[in-house]
């Protein structure tokens, strides 16, 4: 069993900072499990879009725009159906470039998770407000629990 646990965001944007301060928490409690990667790819998109090839499954973790309250945890499976054609543009690359990359090389999708918080700001400034901070450590329990379930089905 090949996982990738993903973090996505820059860090010089306020909350959008969620992914890479969840996978620094994620580092810093020592090596992963055999067979699970876990990396800050920032907002390295082209290299998380091939990175990807070849993973059973994917955990990505990211802020997500606010639809209600900043700092609400998410957990959402994504499949093939959930994944809105985007064109590749190595400059800007969103989530559906990024994942349909998979697709367009001739790879299937992997099961693939979002571990995702609602956010307050993407002001340009260094940090995450207090809200998304709080979530910080329901986003490492959430991707813990999805890495054992992925172990424990492999």
């Given at each position: 069993?090949?996982?990738?646990?993903?973090?996505?965001?820059?860090?010089?944007?306020?909350?959008?900072?969620?992914?890479?301060?969840?996978?620094?928490?994620?580092?810093?409690?020592?090596?992963?499990?055999?067979?699970?990667?876990?990396?800050?790819?920032?907002?390295?998109?082209?290299?998380?879009?091939?990175?990807?090839?070849?993973?059973?499954?994917?955990?990505?973790?990211?802020?997500?725009?606010?639809?209600?309250?900043?700092?609400?945890?998410?957990?959402?499976?994504?499949?093939?159906?959930?994944?809105?054609?985007?064109?590749?543009?190595?400059?800007?690359?969103?989530?559906?470039?990024?994942?349909?990359?998979?697709?367009?090389?001739?790879?299937?999708l992997p099961p693939t998770y979002l571990?995702?918080?609602?956010?307050?700001?993407?002001?340009?400034?260094?940090?995450?407000?207090?809200?998304?901070e709080a979530a910080v450590p329901g986003?490492?329990?959430?991707?813990?629990?999805?890495?054992?379930?992925?172990?424990?089905?492999?």
């Amino acid at each position: 069993m090949k996982i990738l646990v993903a973090g996505i965001g820059n860090i010089f944007l306020g909350d959008d900072g969620f992914g890479p301060e969840v996978i620094k928490r994620l580092l810093a409690e020592g090596p992963p499990p055999d067979g699970v990667r876990i990396i800050d790819y920032g907002i390295r998109g082209v290299h998380l879009a091939y990175d990807m090839y070849g993973s059973d499954r994917l955990i990505l973790v990211d802020a997500l725009p606010t639809e209600n309250a900043p700092g609400e945890l998410v957990v959402l499976e994504i499949g093939p159906g959930d994944i809105e054609p985007t064109p590749f543009d190595a400059h800007q690359m969103s989530p559906g470039a990024i994942l349909g990359t998979l697709e367009r090389i001739g790879e299937p999708l992997p099961p693939t998770y979002l571990v995702g918080c609602r956010i307050d700001t993407t002001f340009e400034e260094i940090g995450l407000t207090p809200r998304v901070e709080a979530a910080v450590p329901g986003a490492i329990d959430a991707v813990h629990k999805l890495i054992d379930l992925s172990l424990e089905g492999s």
